[in-house]
Each structure stands twice: as C-alpha cells, then as structure tokens.
C-alpha cells in the first residue's frame, strides 16, 4: 500500500507541474494552451535521446531538454497564440494550440518511432530501492522546487511583478509602457523550459513515448481546475490528489476506470466550489 500512495503522489507531482506550466503561460496571456502536455513529453523524448542515445551527462541532458522545451514555448506563442489574440475572435487559441500540439506529436513520433521506450536511469541506484527509487522522488521534488521558485519569481523579481500586473489588467500593463508581446513571449519560453524540466524528471514513470502529452494535457487540466486557476498551491494540491485518486482506481478497480475516476473528481469540485479549491471569485461590475 505504502508503495501505491507513492507512486500515486509521484504521478500527482507531474499533473501539478502540467498545471503550473498552464499557469505561467495563462498569467500573460490568459490561454490555456493544448501544448501544455507535449512540453513535457518533448522533454521526456529529447532526454532520453541525448542521455541514452548521445551519451551525454544527466545535467547536460537535462539541459538540453529544457531548452528544447522553451523552443516550442516560444514557437507556439509566436505561430499560435500572437496572431490569434490580435483579432476579436475568442477561443481560436484552442484550435491553434490543438494544431501545433498535433504536429508535434506526428513529428516527434516520425523521429523518434510510436513505440514507448525506457528513459535511462539519471541517478546510479539498485532497481530494489523500492519507494526510495529515484523514478518516484524526483518528481515529487521538482514539482516542489518549480512551486517554490514561481512564488520566489512572482513575489520578488521585477519580471514576475511584470507578470503579476498582467494577469490582473493587461492594458493597464500596456499603459504604464510595459511591452505586453515579449512579457508574453517570455511567460511561454519559461513554460516550455519548466514543462520539458517535469517531463524529464518524470521520464522513468511515463518512459519517452511520443503520445503522452494529450493525456498529460487533460490531467494537468483537470488538477489546475480543480486547485484553481492562477494559484500555484493549488495547481500543487489538484495535482497530488488527482494521482492519489487515480492511482488508488487503478489499484482496487483496474486502470479503465481512471480517466473516469479523474473526471469525476473535477465534476465534484466544482459542483462544490466553482472556482477550484484554491481559486478566486472572480466579481465583474454590471
């Protein structure tokens, strides 16, 4: 059992890192971008290939993902969220991102081949470890240390001010001369890099496999949610509970009622709070 409830928060830690990535990018742009997952399956997929296949060190590979990763976040925010933002369109960013995510997905699994592959092992350890195994503490700890970084970066850095104003009033932000486009731009390059870092971290438990940025996509969506939308704690919270609750389906009814255990998670959340556990009320004038 104590093996399930950790797996379950190690899983949890990668669909609260998904929705802490859709957070970055929505505090600027105030999307919620389909690529979110594909992030951190690029990074999965780029480390393993430069660690196992290249050869390189961990670090170096870990690098190399996360520059990979805020590649395509700035890639989609330049193809499919600038344009679609300037005209009065709404919610034509979700068949854009649908789009870039698609093409991504196809293109990795050309390259890279459909068939899931084990990600190298980051950290010299015995298979026996058991709950002690790096697969299911690194991330748990990189979830934790993306968290804390956020807050340290919204709360006492100029730039995560500058994105804090954004998010509350973006033609305020414009009116006091602050370049809205690159604040935007930069809020999906530090998404890209912050998804490609989870997704290598969490490579041993999904292995580098092309196809597993959708399901990344709904269940970080699910835990942003249900956590509520813009608040990091509870992007954290949705998170460990969504892989807590699936993870426990999974073990006493078998994996087909996952995805039905995680829906109704978020049915009942906001059912009860509308909002998410964690979110605010959001009050407009009439």
């Not at 971008?33 to 670090?59: E, I, K, N, R």
């Not at 993902?65 to 300037?86: C, D, Q």
């Not at 730039?159 to 414009?174: I, N």
């Not at 996952?258 to 009050?283: C, D, M, N, S």
Request: include cysteine.
């Amino acid at each position: 059992m104590l093996l399930v409830i950790v797996s379950g928060l190690a899983v949890g830690a990668l669909y609260a890192a998904t929705a802490l990535v859709y957070n970055v990018m929505f505090s600027t742009s105030k999307v919620l971008s389909v690529t979110t997952g594909h992030l951190c399956m690029l990074g999965g997929v780029f480390g393993a290939w430069l660690v196992s296949d290249l050869g390189v060190p961990s670090v170096l590979g870990l690098a190399g993902a996360a520059l990979v990763g805020a590649a395509f976040g700035f890639l989609t925010e330049i193809v499919a969220i600038r344009r679609v933002l300037s005209r009065p369109v709404e919610h034509l960013w979700l068949l854009t991102t649908l789009a870039m995510a698609t093409m991504v997905q196809q293109a990795v699994g050309l390259w890279w081949g459909t068939e899931p592959r084990p990600f190298p092992r980051l950290i010299p350890q015995d298979f026996s470890a058991g709950v002690m195994d790096q697969k299911y503490w690194l991330p748990i700890v990189t979830v934790i240390v993306m968290v804390l970084g956020l807050e340290f970066f919204y709360r006492r850095t100029m730039y995560g001010k500058v994105f804090v104003a954004m998010s509350e009033d973006v033609f305020a932000a414009q009116a006091r001369g602050i370049a809205t486009s690159r604040v935007r731009s930069l809020s999906y390059v530090i998404a890209g890099a912050l998804g490609a870092v989870a997704g290598f971290a969490a490579g041993q438990l999904t292995f580098a496999f092309f196809a597993v940025g959708h399901g990344l996509t709904l269940y970080g969506f699910i835990a942003l949610a249900a956590g509520g939308l813009g608040s990091n704690v509870g992007a954290l919270v949705g998170g460990l509970a969504l892989g807590l609750f699936s993870t426990f389906a999974t073990y006493f009814f078998g994996g087909e009622y996952q995805q039905t255990i995680a829906v109704g998670l978020l049915i009942v959340v906001l059912l009860l709070k509308p909002e998410g556990i964690f979110g605010q009320r959001q009050v407009r004038a009439v």
